[in-house]
């Protein structure tokens, strides 16, 4: 931290941090008199001196009309305060639980700001702390709005949502007001996968059925062949048979049983042959989406966890974690 | 067009009604500055109302730039300076109109409107009549609209949505208003009020050019307001109802002055012959309400002798020529109270030199006038009321005329009106009357002020309207001092005995007005106005410092000063504070009827050892109840989706929360009642 160079950047963020530390984290918040904060605007100065100067024209020409007008300005400036106090106060914000997403994406944080009052809300903006990107919504009577924030994780991993901020200007603009909010929720982050990966790997051989043919001469992967008159339907890839139907060609893939059960497809850390373990987990994790594309039924080693055999989007979710919170 | 309108960009319709706004706030104004910046103020907002209706781009920094030097030399080549009221107002507008091209940011549209609460404010420098702060009132809630519109990013909220939240505001503010207004101490003025600006404004003033009334005479507005406190408010006879302003002595054969005016110097004016004022009888006492004139004198009924009751801080005197002055300019609106002789005589009962300045002419000037007054002496001897009887008989019977277009009068006003004109109207006679008097070696001076007024019969004030504005002279005699002649008198009786005025020539919208409305109607609905005007005047402009300790004598203090103001605000803050605790905590503590009726029912379940998790739907809690409870929770189940129908179906005949509540209590409880045992109905998630 460069304290030298910004002693004043550096202060903020002690004080953010203290300030934080005092926010209870929780996946929905009430806001209340107890954590909303409300302090004037630039704009709310301005005013004050505004008010001042009509004060002393009216004083100084006696005019009474201008001692109305400043009063009155008084007047609503002050009732803004509570109005703008009531745009948030009561106002319930609960935070969906975030889908787990690959590093180098953006993950989406959607917020319900539920409103049970019999007047509507206005003005309602919500954002990360870094970056000060407000987004505005109304919120009807009695109603409910949805708001969607996305910040780009910076490492894989199971880690929290950033602190929120909530604030409004509404009716004025004279006065913010504004309260944090600490999400409980975590969100999982996938390795990226590799861009340009390489083929999967070779099946191993299935214990118990020893002297059986590697199956990475077949030259479809996995125990995938064409489709043949006769073969079950629920041998048919159908993900593949839609790709292909999408494309124009009808042929239609099967699954080779006999494969199946010859070989079986399982993703390592040393199958990728990589020594950087954060460019393996990505390879891992291409592989993963691949053989889930194709339909494979394949497993995952890393180290002391192994995940079972198995296909489809249970097996690549738990995959994934698996190679997230490696 | 309207379809435009509908379809256009949210930015460009907040941009055209900020606009329409402005041009509310500047519009009262037009009278009041110059007019090359009415012109080029109205150029600039129909400008940026083209931009933002085309969607074109904003023009460029320097460009601004350059339009505000524009500005600030032509405010500077009007005004000499750039501070000080007018000029201030000036250049307040066009900083206003010229900041609405620089309409880009949230900061940009702050300034807009600061500036235009200062372009409120500097309307009431001209007027503060009910009319303008009615319509101020309007442009102010068009302001906060545009505001609160401003802070309301998301969507496209309608205009009448920010209208009605910057209503309630302005109408919860209200309180906070009056309080400040009534307790609030008024001050004297921080520093010197500008002197005698005479520009644009009605009224009276130190100087006649003959044909200068003409324009008073159309103006409508009000001048004085008298309540007379004689038995039954009476008021004098009208033919006495003369209030006194400037005495015009000093004459250069076009205009005449004050001897206050610097030009009556000039003229060779030295100490007028001192008042010498006598009175009888008793006095009419009343109490003069006098709009801003922005000139030192007080109008009042001739002739007080004492110095008017004026509020504290101002002090008047009485010049020699029997008006009362003040030493500031009246620049608001004046109360006071004062009692006037309508019996009296003033001026030198002998002929002194001191007189001899009300004989001066100029040189040359009016021959035939001379010329006539040499005949009428020579004629009729030196008596001198003789002279102005004559006078008067050729005024009557000289085939004179009184109207309020007698057209340009050129040099020898007094000589085209005794000879080739014979028309014109007060000033004119009174005029060429003094003239006359004075070429008859007969003292005389031109007396202006108001005569008559009308009643309005709905709060029984006299109002005197600029219209009433009126010259009339005096002529010096012999033993009797200065006596009041109104020549007009003598060319139109009707002017001044029964007040029945010259209609000023009506427009096409008064002649259109006229065949609508009746002018009965017409006339009810100005005094209703006017009544209502006036209650303003009296209970809004004139709420002064001493009205205001008034106000604290009569809740109860005994020697009130501006502290004990701050201290009644302080106690009315404090009060509020307290409310503003109590209304939180009641905030607390409030349910609405459906969250009652809930912890209602779930009273009911914990005494029958039912209790069920407070946060279950109505539906579950029907389905756990017939669980534990078997055949006897029917009831209470059929109540449970009562309930959830009343509260979430579409039906408008279900029952409400109070009908519900009373079911509640009807449900038989007894028979439910479990014997106590841990996990009756158990809790669960979902459902």
């Keep these: ?326 | 067009m309207m379809q435009r309108l509908h379809s256009l960009p949210r930015d460009t319709r907040d941009t055209l009604f900020l606009l329409l706004v402005v041009a509310c706030c500047i519009a009262p104004l037009v009278a009041h500055i110059p007019p090359w910046a009415s012109v080029l103020g109205a150029l600039l907002l129909l400008w940026r109302g083209a931009l933002a209706w085309r969607l074109h781009p904003l023009p460029s920094r320097p460009v601004i730039w350059l339009l505000l030097l524009a500005v600030t030399g032509f405010t500077l080549a009007s005004f000499r300076t750039i501070v000080g009221p007018d000029a201030g107002v000036t250049l307040v507008v066009m900083l206003l109109a010229l900041k609405t091209l620089e309409l880009r940011a949230r900061r940009d549209a702050m300034v807009v409107f600061f500036l235009g609460f200062f372009t409120l404010l500097s309307n009431f420098l001209f007027s503060q009549a009910l009319g303008v702060a009615l319509m101020m009132l309007l442009a102010l809630l068009g302001l906060l609209t545009a505001l609160v519109n401003a802070h309301r990013p998301a969507g496209r909220p309608s205009l009448a949505s920010s209208l009605a939240a910057a209503a309630r505001m302005a109408l919860l503010g209200a309180p906070i208003m009056l309080a400040l207004f009534v307790f609030f101490p008024r001050f004297a003025p921080l520093w010197g009020v500008p002197g005698d600006d005479t520009t644009g404004r009605s009224g009276l003033s130190g100087q006649m050019s003959v044909g200068a009334i003409a324009q008073l005479a159309l103006d409508d507005s009000v001048a004085l307001r008298v309540r007379f406190h004689t038995p039954g408010g009476e008021p004098p006879p009208q033919s006495a109802l003369y209030f006194r302003g400037p005495v015009l002595s000093a004459f250069n054969g076009r205009d005449w002055y004050a001897l206050l005016q610097p030009e009556a110097r000039t003229l060779g004016w030295a100490i007028p012959a001192p008042a010498e004022l006598q009175v009888q009888g008793e006095p009419v006492r009343y109490e003069m309400t006098m709009e801003a004139s922005r000139r030192p004198w007080l109008l009042t009924l001739d002739v007080p002798a004492e110095p008017p009751q004026l509020p504290q801080g101002m002090r008047a005197q009485m010049t020699p020529e029997l008006q009362w002055v003040t030493l500031r300019p009246v620049t608001s609106v004046l109360r006071y109270e004062a009692a006037s002789y309508l019996r009296f005589r003033h001026g030198p009962r002998e002929r002194t030199p001191m007189l001899r300045p009300y004989l001066q002419l100029p040189p040359d000037s009016d021959p035939r006038t001379r010329a006539l007054a040499q005949s009428m002496r020579a004629e009729l001897g030196g008596g001198a009321q003789a002279l102005v009887d004559a006078a008067l008989q050729r005024l009557r019977s000289g085939g004179y005329r009184y109207t309020l277009e007698p057209g340009a009068y050129g040099q020898n006003t007094a000589d085209t009106f005794w000879f080739d004109r014979k028309e014109g109207f007060c000033e004119h006679i009174a005029s060429a009357f003094v003239v006359l008097m004075r070429a008859l070696d007969i003292p005389a001076r031109i007396v202006t002020g108001y005569q008559g007024g009308e009643m309005n019969p709905l709060d029984g004030y006299w109002t005197v309207r600029q219209s009433d504005a009126h010259a009339w002279t005096e002529v010096w005699m012999q033993e009797r001092g200065w006596v009041r002649v109104d020549p007009t008198g003598a060319v139109a009786p009707g002017r001044i005995g029964t007040l029945q005025r010259l209609q000023a020539p009506r427009g096409a919208f008064g002649t259109a007005l006229g065949a609508v409305i009746s002018p009965s109607m017409l006339q009810r609905l100005r005094s209703v106005w006017e009544a209502l005007d006036n209650r303003w005047t009296q209970w809004v402009l004139n709420y002064t410092q001493e009205r205001q300790l008034d106000l604290l004598k009569r809740l109860g203090l005994r020697d009130p000063d501006w502290r004990d103001l701050v201290r009644v605000l302080g106690l009315l803050a404090a009060a509020a504070a307290l409310a503003g605790a109590a209304w939180v905590l009641r905030e607390r503590y409030r349910l609405d009827p459906w969250q009652r009726l809930m912890q209602e029912l779930h009273r009911h379940l914990r005494r029958a050892h039912l209790a069920l998790p407070e946060h279950l739907p109505a539906r579950t809690m029907a389905r756990h109840l017939r669980e534990a409870a078997g055949a006897d929770a029917e009831p209470l189940a059929d109540w449970l989706l009562r309930l959830e129908r009343a509260r979430y179906g579409a039906a408008p005949e279900e029952a409400s929360p109070a009908e519900l509540r009373r079911a509640l209590r009807r449900l038989p409880w007894g028979a439910l009642r479990q014997p106590r045992r841990p996990g009756a109905a158990r809790p669960e998630n979902g459902g």
Aim: a positive charge; glycine letters at 8%; hydrophobic letters at 50%.
């Design chain 1, 1 to 326: 931290m460069s304290s030298v160079a910004a002693p004043h950047a550096w202060l903020a963020a002690r004080w953010q941090r203290w300030w934080m530390a005092r926010v209870p984290p929780g996946d929905q918040l009430r806001l209340t008199q107890r954590n909303i904060y409300i302090l004037p605007t630039g704009a709310g100065w301005m005013l004050a001196l505004t008010l001042l100067i009509l004060l002393v024209a009216s004083i100084n020409f006696q005019l009474n009309l201008g001692y109305l007008l400043t009063f009155l300005l008084a007047g609503c400036a002050a009732v803004s305060t509570w109005v703008s106090h009531a745009t948030l106060r009561g106002l319930q914000l609960v935070l969906a639980p975030p889908t787990p997403q690959f590093a180098g994406t953006s993950v989406r944080l959607q917020v319900q700001l539920i409103n049970t009052r019999a007047s509507g809300r206005h003005g309602i903006a919500l954002s990360l702390r870094q970056p000060r990107l407000w987004s505005w919504t109304d919120v009807p009577p009695q109603g409910s709005a949805a708001l969607e924030l996305s910040f780009a994780p910076a490492r894989r991993g199971l880690q929290a949502v950033p602190p929120l901020a909530i604030q409004t200007l509404y009716p004025m603009g004279l006065f913010r007001v504004w309260a944090w909010w600490r999400p409980k929720a975590q969100v999982l982050v996938y390795p990226q996968p590799e861009a340009a990966c390489p083929p999967l790997p070779a099946g191993e051989p299935l214990a118990g059925q020893g002297g059986a043919a590697s199956s990475s001469a077949s030259s479809e992967h996995g125990g995938v062949r064409a489709y043949r008159r006769g073969d079950a339907q629920r041998l048919i890839v159908w993900k593949k048979a839609a790709q292909a139907l999408a494309s124009g060609s009808d042929a239609l893939v099967s699954r080779d049983a006999q494969a199946d059960q010859r070989s079986q497809l399982w993703l390592s850390l040393q199958a990728t042959a990589l020594r950087d373990t954060e460019a393996a987990l990505s390879r891992l994790a291409a592989w993963v989406l691949q053989a889930d594309r194709l339909g494979l039924s394949y497993g995952l080693r890393l180290g002391a966890v192994t995940v079972a055999q198995g296909s489809g989007a249970a097996q690549r979710e738990r995959c994934l974690h698996a190679l997230a919170v490696h």
